[in-house]
């Protein structure tokens, strides 16, 4: 047996609570995935639970993971093997939840289904179960309107309830048609039903020709990926009902990747929807997907994802509760992402528009030093308050700024990634880029890529806004629009802007007067709710209330090197008093003068928040 490194917590765990069990319509804002079975290594696991419990705030549930697709008695046995951690997890304040793993497959092997070790290891599917790619082979994965699959999602999620009753079940983000590439499924089942469904009597030859190649616009190919979603949601439905006999009041989630792909549906709606028993409970999302290591650019991109997801999730109109963040550190072979750099990435996806995060760390499969995580631990608890003070800003808020016009046509263009470089560019120049979902949003600039999506009604859409057109498309654009068009240009509500020239990408970055000057003409078309006027690089958030006031602003320092207090000015604060807020730091109340605030110096790679209150 292994000697505990942490014996003299262990002790202590039973006298230690510090978080709230969830109950119904309660969330948690910090939940912590412990990958690798950690019932192998059971000792460890314990003090695991001890260092969370000795650190309060650490943690509010943990997920214990396993994937679908082993014989059931097999899935029995894991789930009856952590139950063993319940008391202590229950003693130190730790909810007990799961994630299901390797829902339908996590890899496109094209090879003969079922053969070898693998049929003995599996449920005894039939070769039906798979599925069949574009090019007529079977898949490693499972096709989500298969009966045995959905029979066996069913039972596998009735008897997870009645062995480890888990207050949440999280089903994985291989919950997708197709992982690197966008294929779906092309089997009878599928190939029948959607003709069915469309009315069409396409072969798979003849649909595969459609969705990837051809027309630049094509029916069929927003008709294939709205039949993806629906079969997502057909087999999440089956974890609904499976659940519903044991525990109708079971939160069900989903972890989703890239929102800008779209072979899997244009959003996941449909699925979170089945999740949620069609309005009957809460659902909740976790974004996730990418920043594998520790870099400013690669967290400034997935905010962007994570400000798409989060910002049309709140619009969709389902129950969707909780929108977490999933910190990719899982990945971790040899060096870990340090405490901090998982803090500050948290930090930015919460100011992005998630109100909860879901963090990797102690891995048993890999024998790391619980001393990492004693460290992990510890820096969770110090950086909790400021996390939690920013995620109650974003409930009541929505990110502001200026976004890309994404065209009502996104589902029958060729491209099967909504995703413009160009965001991320903006972004990481300091412009205040949001999404289009945004319900503040008033302004928007224009792409090559908008004009590819541009549908019927999107005109109207464009006349009633401020909008800065790319360069190369303003002809087009107003072509399309025609006197209209033309009178939205000469009014100056439309105004021409090369973006290449100034982004130049992958050279360098903008000088100091070519951003101001296209920030100018964002303001002209706008204004922006807020303008940094500084030559470091930030990435600001500005979070808008119901009123279109900012009730703060998040400001991450991309560079390794210290910043010089920079100028920011606020065109419509939500209070009188600035108040400036680090973690582990005191707050500092800024003078707010003539509509502008001085950000104070901030360390290399580091965050901190202007909140706008009354007193």
């Not at 649909?207 to 051809?214: F, H, K, N, P, S």
């Not at 029916?219 to 039949?227: K, L, T």
């Not at 044991?246 to 792909?261: E, T």
Request: hydrophobic share 40%.
């Amino acid at each position: 047996m292994l000697k505990p490194l942490f014996a003299t917590v262990v002790l202590t765990v039973t006298a230690v609570v510090f978080a709230a069990q969830p109950g119904e319509g309660v969330w948690p804002f910090m939940t912590i995935r412990q990958t690798g079975w950690p019932a192998r290594v059971p000792e460890q696991m314990e003090e695991v639970i001890a260092i969370n419990a000795h650190h309060p705030g650490s943690c509010d549930e943990y997920w214990f993971a396993h994937g679908a697709g082993p014989r059931m008695e097999l899935c029995e046995k894991e789930f009856l093997a952590v139950n063993r951690f319940r008391p202590l997890c229950e003693r130190a304040g730790i909810a007990v939840g799961f994630q299901q793993g390797v829902t339908l497959g996590h890899g496109s092997i094209y090879s003969p289904a079922g053969g070898g070790q693998e049929k003995e290891q599996l449920h005894p599917f039939t070769d039906e179960a798979w599925q069949v790619g574009r090019d007529g082979q079977r898949v490693l994965m499972f096709c989500p309107r298969s009966p045995e699959v959905l029979e066996y999602e069913e039972r596998y999620v009735e008897l997870l309830c009645r062995t480890m009753n888990p207050v949440s079940l999280w089903l994985d983000d291989d919950l997708r048609m197709g992982m690197s590439k966008p294929d779906g499924c092309f089997c009878e089942r599928c190939l029948a039903a959607f003709n069915a469904k469309n009315g069409l009597k396409l072969t798979r030859e003849e649909l595969v020709a459609r969705l990837y190649g051809g027309e630049a616009k094509d029916d069929v190919r927003r008709a294939w990926r709205a039949f993806c979603a629906e079969s997502l949601a057909i087999y999440g439905a089956a974890a609904r009902r499976g659940a519903d006999r044991v525990n109708p009041k079971l939160r069900i989630a989903y972890q989703s990747v890239r929102p800008y792909d779209t072979h899997s549906g244009v959003d996941n709606f449909p699925l979170l929807d089945a999740l949620a028993g069609h309005g009957r409970t809460e659902t909740a999302i976790r974004v996730g997907d990418g920043c594998y290591f520790e870099s400013a650019d690669e967290m400034v991109r997935k905010a962007m994802f994570v400000a798409y997801e989060a910002e049309r999730c709140r619009a969709s109109g389902v129950r969707v509760a909780s929108i977490s963040y999933e910190q990719e550190c899982y990945t971790r072979e040899v060096l870990h992402k340090s405490p901090e750099a998982i803090m500050i990435e948290s930090a930015i996806a919460i100011a992005a528009g998630c109100d909860a995060l879901t963090e990797y760390w102690w891995d048993a499969g890999r024998n790391e030093p619980l001393s990492y995580y004693d460290e992990f631990a510890q820096t969770v608890s110090e950086w909790r308050p400021y996390l939690e003070r920013l995620a109650k800003t974003v409930k009541t808020t929505t990110l502001g700024g200026t976004a890309r016009f994404v065209g009502s046509d996104c589902d029958r263009i060729l491209r099967w990634n909504l995703e413009d470089e160009l965001d991320v560019e903006l972004a990481r120049i300091g412009v205040p880029v949001t999404v289009q979902p945004a319900r503040n949003n008033h302004t928007f600039y224009f792409t090559n890529q908008s004009l590819e999506e541009l549908g019927d009604g999107d005109l109207e859409r464009l006349l009633s806004a401020k909008v800065v057109v790319q360069v190369e498309a303003a002809d087009q654009l107003k072509a399309a629009g025609g006197e209209r068009a033309a009178k939205a240009f000469d009014e100056g509500r439309w105004i021409v802007f090369d973006f290449k020239k100034v982004m130049r990408r992958g050279v360098t970055m903008p000088t100091t007067s070519e951003r101001n000057a296209m920030l100018d003409v964002f303001d002209r078309a706008g204004p922006l709710p807020v303008r940094m006027e500084r030559t470091h690089r930030f990435r600001v958030f500005p979070r808008l209330d119901s009123e279109n006031r900012v009730a703060a602003v998040t400001v991450f320092n991309l560079s390794i090197g210290r910043s010089f207090p920079a100028r920011l000015i606020v065109r419509q604060p939500a209070g009188t008093v600035a108040v400036w807020a680090r973690p582990g730091e005191p707050d500092r109340t800024l003078e707010l003068k003539d509509g502008a605030v001085e950000i104070p110096s901030l360390p290399g790679s580091q965050i901190g928040t202007v909140f706008f209150i009354s007193r």
